[in-house]
């Protein structure tokens, strides 16, 4: 038989993160590999999305989503940015901040341009890129701090360089991007009139009295800048699927036409909910969401040091990259088996994040878990040196 399926299903296999988490429900384990977030969901989020239900808002919203949630979004980036944004004209509410990538790389990116992308990477972005056609041209990086320079970049730039991925607070390091790293790639970006894509997905997490930069807020960027986030980690509803960019009005139309193609529209009652929370909840809830993730950062990072798996401390986001080299295995994605069959705790082999073979001593370990889960969690690793 002559029917197959075409060229882009090798771009879209199964990712380890997916991968570990059905083995670990296999052993019954605690799963530390997938993002999910199992902490307390905002009653104000729940109950807005509720009304919503009860009040009608069950249909098709317009293309770039509910106004009130438009407006909100708007009203949360100066906020907490100090940018003013047209809710109007320049917001595009999406499937999740994935959705709202892919709608990007559709709207702003040729097949063969070519994307600046730091490595360690979250592999989404990668398989996002590479099923619209894009190339991704890596940077690498090293822990701990996960440095770059100016040289790096004009080293990586060809004629078919299109745009620049980058991911702060970062999946997986939890790097947070300095100003001064900001300022490299706003001042490359202007001088060779390149996109600069953002992922700010979790810029509510950072520590240790960091504070989050949005890129499109530098001189000169917000034209250039395409800012995607979503609440989907701030307030627990990785399963609602609401993410948001913001760009200028030049791209966002485009934007939100291949959005209205795959997606029609985020779900109409839970933008409502999400909405409620934007306007709604206050500053002290972030505030104390950063220092809740804080200490489970600093309890789980403990217990890796205890168990002899060295982590390097993350910065933001709520993942800790760690040495796994002392587990037995002979590539990354064995020891993480290991360590599975073991303690019954799931890891993201390194690999996932790393291109040719990059990363097979490190496994990625997800702390968004409620306390007596992480307790439990913690327990069992630092029993590896018992």
């Known amino acids: 038989?002559?029917?197959?399926?075409?060229?882009?299903?090798?771009?879209?296999?199964?990712?380890?993160?997916?991968?570990?988490?059905?083995?670990?429900?296999?052993?019954?384990?605690?799963?530390?590999?997938?993002?999910?977030?199992?902490?307390?969901?905002?009653?104000?989020?729940?109950?807005?999305?509720?009304?919503?239900?009860?009040?009608?808002?069950?249909?098709?919203?317009?293309?770039?989503?509910?106004?009130?949630?438009?407006?909100?979004?708007?009203?949360?980036?100066?906020?907490?940015?100090?940018?003013?944004?047209?809710?109007?004209?320049?917001?595009?509410?999406?499937?999740?901040?994935?959705?709202?990538?892919?709608?990007?790389?559709?709207?702003?990116?040729?097949?063969?341009?070519?994307?600046?992308?730091?490595?360690?990477?979250?592999?989404?972005?990668?398989?996002?890129?590479?099923?619209?056609?894009?190339?991704?041209?890596?940077?690498?990086?090293?822990?701990?701090?996960?440095?770059?320079?100016?040289?790096?970049?004009?080293?990586?730039?060809?004629?078919?360089?299109?745009?620049?991925?980058?991911?702060?607070?970062?999946?997986?390091?939890?790097?947070?991007?300095?100003?001064?790293?900001?300022?490299?790639?706003?001042?490359?970006?202007?001088?060779?009139?390149?996109?600069?894509?953002?992922?700010?997905?979790?810029?509510?997490?950072?520590?240790?009295?960091?504070?989050?930069?949005?890129?499109a807020t530098l001189p000169g960027m917000k034209n250039r800048t395409i800012t995607i986030s979503g609440v989907s980690k701030t307030y627990s509803i990785t399963g609602w699927r609401v993410g948001y960019c913001i760009c200028d009005a030049e791209w966002a139309e485009t934007i939100g036409y291949f959005n209205d193609l795959i997606y029609v529209c985020a779900p109409a009652p839970l933008q409502m909910g999400v909405a409620e929370g934007l306007l709604n909840i206050g500053g002290e809830y972030y505030e104390n969401l950063a220092r809740d993730y804080e200490r489970k950062r600093d309890k789980i990072c403990d217990a890796l040091s205890r168990a002899g798996l060295e982590p390097y401390i993350p910065q933001g986001a709520y993942y800790v990259l760690a040495d796994i080299s002392g587990v037995s295995g002979a590539t990354g994605k064995d020891k993480a088996m290991t360590l599975l069959y073991e303690t019954k705790i799931a890891c993201v082999p390194g690999e996932a994040f790393f291109q040719n073979g990059g990363g097979e001593t490190l496994g990625r370990f997800c702390f968004a878990k409620d306390d007596e889960v992480l307790e439990e969690a913690c327990r069992r690793l630092i029993k590896l040196r018992t």
């Open 1 to 215: 038989m002559s029917l197959k399926v075409s060229k882009r299903r090798e771009l879209v296999a199964q990712s380890e993160i997916r991968s570990m988490s059905i083995e670990c429900d296999r052993v019954d384990g605690i799963n530390l590999s997938q993002g999910v977030c199992d902490t307390e969901i905002p009653i104000i989020v729940r109950q807005g999305a509720h009304a919503a239900m009860e009040n009608g808002i069950n249909t098709y919203t317009r293309y770039d989503g509910l106004a009130e949630l438009r407006s909100a979004i708007a009203a949360k980036q100066e906020r907490f940015t100090g940018m003013k944004v047209d809710s109007e004209r320049e917001v595009i509410v999406s499937a999740g901040a994935t959705g709202a990538l892919l709608c990007t790389c559709l709207a702003l990116l040729n097949p063969g341009d070519e994307v600046i992308v730091f490595e360690p990477f979250y592999g989404y972005h990668i398989s996002t890129m590479e099923t619209t056609q894009a190339v991704p041209v890596y940077i690498k990086t090293d822990p701990p701090e996960w440095k770059f320079s100016y040289e790096d970049l004009e080293k990586k730039r060809t004629g078919k360089t299109r745009a620049i991925l980058v991911s702060t607070p970062s999946n997986p390091s939890g790097k947070v991007f300095s100003s001064n790293e900001l300022d490299m790639i706003a001042t490359f970006a202007s001088e060779h009139d390149l996109f600069v894509i953002t992922d700010e997905i979790y810029e509510h997490f950072i520590y240790d009295g960091l504070r989050h930069i949005a890129p």
